[in-house]
Nanobody, 122 residues
Framework: QVQLVESGGGLVQAGGSLRLSCAASGRTFSTYAMGWFRQAPGKEREFVAAISWSGANIYYADSVKGRFTISRDNAKNTVYLQMNSLKPEDTAAYYC???????????????WGQGTQVTVSS
């Protein structure tokens, strides 16, 4: 079992930055790939970024490539999402998720956090 708690969301102006954190419980965190997903009202959940258990492999959605950076610290059981150059269309609830294998498909992830809201004003 892995329990996930996100933090770091908030209200920011377009062009600003936020860093999301996802703290995991359980000694097996370092064996899981981690993903960030987001969901805006009335829209489907979409992939943002994912990182393998070692950090050696990383995926990004095209919409965030070059602006967002995913990273992890296995000693702290935490995964991060640094978001720069934020746009109003980045407004959504952001969720972290854990899965034994690296994937961009949210349906493949076993464990989910409760989400943190990011709102970007224009």
């Amino acid at each position: 079992q892995v329990q996930l708690v996100e933090s770091g969301g908030g209200l920011v102006q377009a062009g600003g930055s936020l860093r999301l954190s996802c703290a995991a419980s359980g000694r097996t965190f370092s064996t899981y790939a981690m993903g960030w997903f987001r969901q805006a009202p009335g829209k489907e959940r979409e992939f943002v970024a994912a990182i393998s258990w070692s950090g050696a492999n990383i995926y990004y959605a095209d919409s965030v490539k070059g602006r967002f950076t995913i990273s992890r610290d296995n000693a702290k059981n935490t995964v991060y999402l640094q978001m720069n150059s934020l746009k109003p269309e980045d407004t959504a609830a952001y969720y972290c998720a854990a899965n034994p294998t690296l994937s961009y498909r949210w349906t493949e992830y076993d464990y989910w956090g409760q989400g943190t809201q990011v709102t970007v004003s224009s």
